[in-house]
């Protein structure tokens, strides 16, 4: 529940939600992206799954938010620059695929006909997913390619690392830590009854009981369960409710009741630890990292122009499902 915010790095999450591909040898393309063709296909893909994120399946959605739909054209362009930035910046570092790279995809993808009963088979499971053979494929490349750009540029020694001193002074400077007590709302009780109950326990800790066993008897945050340290975390990580609360508070300074969605927090602040500091800084380092890699594709996109065919025009959400 409170917890920091999942840091994933956009590189990760366009690969497992969209899929990363660039190209469209021997299809029309519909547009061009800094310098790239898309494809009918490749904007379908990327169209369609984002419309499904919108409606989770659900056509009426549309009957009722049709404003939604210029934005949903807009989302698919964002995806899409994204992908062709994420290509440019492993161009610009030099990585690209070796023979034994496109070897092992082909080896990839002949065993997943094999596992999946044939190759008619496998088609319709592309289908299924707004895919062709060409696209897939493309989706194992970039995979590759951003492995590679990962363990190069963004590894120990390469160009774009976050060093120890860096990570260091960045937590130094940005970071804090707190504890909390989380009395959480829950369909059994109204929210009085939950302001009650948190009430009563603030009383508890204004009164010099001791925190830590206050935490252990009422806290119903179970993301402390794997924090007995507490949060360590820097703005833009926790609900801002919590956040704002956190930074306001001396060290050992005890908050009063700070409503968020989740329930009533009573939170203390507590000093950093070097100790823990220095056997977690990977943990430390990954928000940095992907900072770094953030930068490199919002300057590659700023980059882009876009440029439509005549057959753009034709396109939209029924034609595409239809396709």
Same mark, same amino acid.
């Given at each position: ?147 590679? @750009?990962? =363990?190069?540029?963004? %590894? !120990?020694?390469? +160009? ?6 860096? /990570? ?119 928000? @940095?990292? =992907?900072?770094?890699? %953030? !930068?490199?594709? +919002? ?6 122009? /876009? ?17």
């Amino acid at each position: 529940m409170m917890r920091m915010k999942r840091i994933i790095g956009i590189v990760l999450l366009l690969i497992l939600v969209f899929g990363l591909f660039g190209g469209c040898a021997g299809q029309k393309a519909v547009m061009t992206v800094g310098g790239n063709k898309v494809s009918l296909e490749e904007y379908r893909y990327y169209y369609l799954n984002a419309k499904y994120n919108y409606d989770n399946g659900d056509d009426s959605f549309w009957e009722k938010y049709p404003e939604a739909k210029e934005e949903l054209e807009d989302y698919t362009l964002d995806m899409i620059k994204q992908a062709y930035a994420l290509r440019k910046v492993a161009a610009d570092n030099g990585v690209t695929l070796s023979k034994d790279d496109k070897k092992s995809i082909s080896e990839q993808l002949d065993e997943l006909v094999t596992q999946m009963g044939g190759k008619e088979e496998y088609e319709t499971a592309l289908k299924e997913s707004y895919l062709t053979d060409e696209l897939y494929r493309s989706l194992l490349e970039i995979d590759v390619l951003m492995d590679t @750009l990962a =363990n190069t540029v963004f %590894a !120990e020694g390469g +160009q774009y690392y976050v060093t120890d001193e860096e /990570v260091l002074r960045v937590v130094d400077e940005d970071y804090i830590r707190t504890t909390q007590i989380l009395i959480a709302f829950n369909e059994e009780e109204d929210a009085e009854a939950t302001k009650a109950r948190a009430e009563e326990v603030l009383k508890k800790a204004k009164a010099g009981e001791d925190f830590d066993t206050l935490v252990a008897q009422y806290n119903e945050d179970p993301g402390m369960v794997d924090n007995t340290d507490g949060y360590y975390f820097t703005k833009g990580q926790m609900v801002t409710p919590y956040e704002e609360a956190s930074f306001a508070l001396q060290e050992n300074e005890l908050s009063g009741l700070v409503e968020s969605s989740y329930g009533y927090h009573i939170i203390k602040r507590l000093p950093k630890e070097d100790a823990y500091i220095q056997a977690n800084l990977e943990q430390f380092r990954t928000p @940095l990292i =992907n900072a770094k890699w %953030a !930068e490199l594709l +919002q300057k590659a996109i700023d980059e882009m122009t /876009v440029e439509y065919d005549k057959q753009f025009e034709q396109i939209n959400m029924d034609s595409l499902k239809d396709a």
